[in-house]
């Protein structure tokens, strides 16, 4: 993996968070998603908007096997 570089698993985990986010919140799903090197970015056709989402590097300890201790 390049250093810095977010893994598949990371941008599809992202975007599925993200949609959960706006449906549970009424909104509309974006148009398209793209997945850039550390990010993901959404966009909105009707309203000509794009939603950027930086995925940072996980921190020591942080996971599922962490999360269930």
Do not use: W
């Amino acid at each position: 993996m390049v250093l810095g570089m977010a893994t598949l698993a990371q941008k599809i985990e992202t975007e599925n968070r993200m949609r959960e986010l706006l449906e549970d919140s009424g909104l509309p799903q974006p148009d398209h998603v793209e997945y850039g090197y550390t990010c993901i970015r959404l966009f909105f056709n009707q309203t000509k908007q794009v939603v950027v989402i930086d995925i940072d590097e996980p921190e020591e300890g942080d996971g599922p096997a962490d999360a269930a201790a």
